[in-house]
């Protein structure tokens, strides 16, 4: 009794220390900028400056279809595929576009480069884009996120827009911050784009 106790110990000081690490290094990556513009009860408008992303597109119509097979292409692109055979740091959060027509994700590259700095990738699937400035609405949830859970903050997100009479467009889409291997403290987003400032 007492070796399984302390084994038990050992294997839950092992694992808090684990996710210290992952933490600390969750801290320290570079993250997507932004400017909270508005508050309101239960979301907030942000202004995000123009950025470039590593995009793939997907027939996968759910979260977890989507998730791994497009997190392993982009990842192969920061990971040194591509023709500088280079490694670009990982930011976050991790852009999804989920819905039944053509979904999508990206990758946000570092500040530090830009469209023409970036080596072109290996894998032609892979696009690199710039976003143009956008205002969007943002909702949070943490845990691990589930293709219910972005129904629900979104059709969330949704009532509390028209309930404010703010005025919205496109698909709202997921946006990620966390590695799977990080158990606790972890964040999930919803936006979609607003018209901002109200007419």
């Excluded at 852009?95 to 032609?124: G, Q, R």
Aim: a positive charge; zero cysteines; aromatic letters at 12%.
């Amino acid at each position: 009794m007492k070796k399984i106790l302390l084994l038990l110990g050992i294997f839950i000081v092992a694992g808090v220390s684990v996710q210290k690490i992952t933490s600390m290094a969750t801290n320290t990556t570079e993250t997507q900028p932004y400017k909270v513009v508005h508050l309101e009860r239960g979301f907030e408008i942000r202004f995000y400056p123009a950025t470039t992303m590593a995009v793939i597109t997907s027939k996968a119509k759910t979260y977890k279809e989507l998730a791994g097979a497009g997190f392993r292409k982009l990842a192969g692109y920061i990971f040194g595929g591509n023709e500088a055979k280079k490694s670009i740091a990982m930011t976050s959060p991790v852009h999804m576009d989920i819905n039944d027509s053509l979904s999508s994700m990206s990758f946000v590259m570092p500040s530090a480069y830009t469209l023409e700095t970036l080596p072109h990738p290996n894998d032609k699937t892979i696009a690199l884009k710039k976003t143009t400035d956008e205002y969007v609405a943002v909702v949070k949830f943490g845990g691990y996120a589930s293709n219910e859970d972005i129904k629900e903050y979104s059709s969330k997100l949704e009532k509390a827009l028209k309930a404010s009479n703010i005025q919205y467009y496109g698909n709202f889409r997921f946006l990620g911050y966390n590695a799977p291997y990080q158990f606790f403290g972890r964040r999930n987003e919803i936006i979609v784009s607003v018209k901002w400032p109200q007419p």
